[in-house]
């Protein structure tokens, strides 16, 4: 659609009462804030970041806040209405930036009472004050509308608290205030978990009152006002829940569900949120008092560090693609091969409102993509109309014909470079200007498939994760010919379809799988010494991995796993051990992992059938299966694989799920010290082999 | 009946670009994956993907559609937009059932032809398997009666004058297929015309049997290849060809049928008539601007065409009506009609039609002639078979027939071709087309 008439008229739904006229360039006398009263005295107070396109509470904001709070004291509005300026948000929470200024935890304790106390004074002015918020309401901002009277929800808002996923918990009295206004236990779940609610489910669970569309705020206003918008009551149940036996039993329970998902003694928030809860909940000054220690605390811990550096590692990956974003975005996109690659790459760029021409030879494997991309759809709760529409978009195309209008082309057919030029050779004449030529390969060396192009400056390497829709990295790989304008325009179409692009250089096996490959042949290696599948994947476990390597070898696929690693050894390491003899029997066998349903482990409706309890593994065990990782890491860095250390351990955390506690390898690395890193390598070598020998970049890049 | 009611007029000429099909799929006693925009969308997207063209290209989108699903008011709209079109070109859906498909294709012709427009999506799209059940008048009554009852004990009254009979639909499909002025279902409106051409039940049959012959031959040959693309379902099953062929189908197999409609004598029965099926066609038209614009290789040219009406009771004559006064008109004998697409709704209508030409007394009331037109080649008639083997999915058959015409001709370097199909109702069309 063009959408030229809404277009002409866009501005004119937003509700700004006496701000409507926004343009004007009145001045305030705050940089972040703008506030009015309008003809009835209803105070309007806009939260607009100075230069900024989201709202963030960082503390020149709350700063700000304090000095507003103070005016309203004195000019008593009838009312007050808060709303941010923004298109696409609310507020997304407070500044994480600042958290890493904090070191000492008196501190900490004083910059969050002087916050709290701005928040409390807020809450208190003597008049009703009501919260607008639309598009993203998190953390900070969220906790910001609790302290409203009223919450005015519109369509397509969503809420959360994602604290959690930095290893802390709300610190703005969230904690306080979202127990008191709706059922206990839904609030600690929205915290525990760090999900967000939309829509009509925030306004079922009473975290907004009223859920509307832009068009109807002022009459909700209005309504508020008057006092005519209904709230939902707390009922007998939420009450009764919070009494102290009832806390007891259902902290009891949440804190084994939390530890299912995060292992206590590697994430501490969960459980000092559940104190809170357990506690004084249902107590909310005490809670307020409460949680100002305990956020500070947790504020401190290396998990929460090495989280909020995980968040800055995610930042840095997505500004790959943003310092791109004036490129013109792509429309259309050709996949080539509707394997489960190809196919679930093709779902993705639909689901992302891309339009997609999906080539194979056979009718059939898109028509299992297409199942795929179907229930893609549901598992992101599309209504009927948006699902249709995804599907609509995903066009089949047994003949190329979709090239011609493709400004991304993406070849995933399977890894032979005669089957791969050969597409090439098909597709090329095909391309319209500007249209680029993405490779998904995993193994063969980008400067071998660009031989035979015409136009090899076009070519670049799109290597996608398995599963795509889970799987956030993508490695942009370059080669020796390619043009400046290709690759940012392969960085800008990652980030388009909300991955994570990664530079990396087009040797074999990139970064990724470079580095994972050494940790599943020690896996191997160790299975043939004896030792248990389920004692190697539980130190891995332990040690933050989200799978261990066995598990993870099999999800793989034990051919393609076998296939990687010969290809590395051949062209890279030939320290790196040899795959057993029964490993390759196994492939032969088509015991291939997950997907045949028996590789290392057997498979019963998608998962391995571990023993319980398996034995005690040797000492060092974790160093014997992490240390090979590290080790070829350090390798890639010194090798400029990849460009510089943040960005591996982005990588590595978004393309393998490396322990995101330890903020990524190279820091996991230097935390212990580069210098017993290389130590318990050498030690490893002397016993072990030669595969041990510790990369010479330790030397050098000890800072 | 006096002469033809439209003329062939000078005008622009009017080009047939392309157009792409659904296979069709047979109705299995339940509604299928498909709904009428979910068949015109799969088959417009491949058809738009042969030919990038910027999304505001068309002038105008037209779609036959006869039984409407109520989540789908003016189908032809929902699919422009569901393809991708720009929201600024207008779209309108027609309904002259049977011939719904064609009537889009004749109405694109004349805005073309006359100046208005230069590039016109035409299509035709039914999903029979999605055609409601009903309640009948007396229990949709009891119902609104419930809904109004006020309290408990009226509404337990009124619960109490339930009757199990309401609980019995009214299968609309039925309804629909039956012409309410003259009282007779479609399939009896054959028998009609077999009584009055002498076609027997053995002829009925023998034909029907060639026309799944001719159509596996065609499949089997992959002749239908570019004009059919695959349908997918969103659970992964895909749709590759017309299912509803038999290529198995002996004499002796369809003899054991017994007639549908008029039981014991009736021979008209579900092995010669056409099946129930769901399905969507579209053709692209356009006009010489437009093709120098676009680059455009048009495959066809519009010559003419024809409407015609005749009494319901005999339907299945329409396509005689209509074929031959174009014909005629064009100043063609039945000899230069290279191809001819008569749309199969029962054996026994196609066998009355060619009766017809070579009946005295219908071409004298007919066409004013003392000679009859004699006899058609049947090697040239549906030369790939038609609704008996592929199905009559109403809105889109006269889209499909135009469009396999086109096709056919242009594979046979044959030149001159009529697409023409009965119209429930007792009218029928006709459209001659000339491959380029």
Redesign the interface.
Known sequence: ????ILKSLSGREKALGPFADFNETATSAWKHWKLKFDEHKIAWLLLDCDDADVNVLSQAVLEELDEIVMTLQADKPEALVLRSAKSSNFCVGADIKEFGQLSDLDEAKNKLSAAHNVANRFEALPFPKIAVVHGHCFGGGLELALTCDYRIGITGVSLGFPEILLGLHPGLGGTARSIDLIDPIAAMTLMLTGKTVRDKQAKSMGLIDTLIPERHVDAAIGAAVAGKLQRKKKSLKSKLLASAPLRRFSAKKMRQQAAKKAPPEHYPAPGKLIDLWENVGGDKDKTLAAEIDSFSELLLTETSRNLVRVFFLQENLKKQASAHRDLPKAQHVHVIGAGAMGGDIAGWCALQGL?V?LFDMK??I???A???A?ELCDKKRLGAAAK??V???L????HH??V??ADVIIEAVPERIDIKRQVYASVEPLMKDGAILATNTSSIPLDELQKELKAPEKLVGLHFFNPVAQMQLVEVVRHSKLAEDTYHKALAFTGQIKRLPTPVAGTPGFLVNRALTPYLLEAIVLLDEGVKAETIDKAAEQFGMPMGPVELADIVGLDICLGVANMLRDSLDSTMPAAPDWLRKKVDKGELGKKTGRGLYEWKKGKPQKADNPPVGPDNLTDRLILPMLNTCMSCLRESVIDNDSLLDGAMIFGTGFAPFRGGPLHYAQSRGYNDVQQALQALKEQYGERFTPDPGWENAER | MTSPTSTSAGGRPVYLVDGARTPFIKARGKPGPFTPVDLA?QAG??LL??H?LP??AFDQVILGCVNVVASEMNPARIAA????L???IPAFTMQINCGSGMQSVDTAYRYIREGRQDLILAGGAEALSHAPLMLTPAATRWLAELGLARSVGEKLKHLARFKPGYLKPVISLEQGLTDPVVELNMGQTAEVVANLFGISREQADDYAISSHLRLAKAQEEGWLDEEVV?L???????Y?FDDGVRPESTADKLAKLRPVFERPFGKVTAGNSSQITDGASWLMLASEEAVEKYNLTPKAVIKDSEWSGLEPEIMGLGPAVSAGRLALRNKMSLNDIDLLELNEAFAAQVLGCLAAWNDPDFCRAIFQRDQVLGEFDRDRLNIDGGAISLGHPVGTSGNRIVLHLMNALKREHKKRGIATQCIGGGQAGAMLIEVI
């Open positions: 659609m063009n959408g030229m339009t021409t009718p059939e898109i028509g299992k297409i199942a795929r179907s249709r529409s599907l609509d978009r066009i089949p195309d047994l014909q979709g011609r209008s | 969308v997207r491949a993907m042969r990038p999304d505001d937009l569901r393809l991708g720009s929201e600024t695959p997918y379902a969103p659970d992964g099953k895909v590759t």
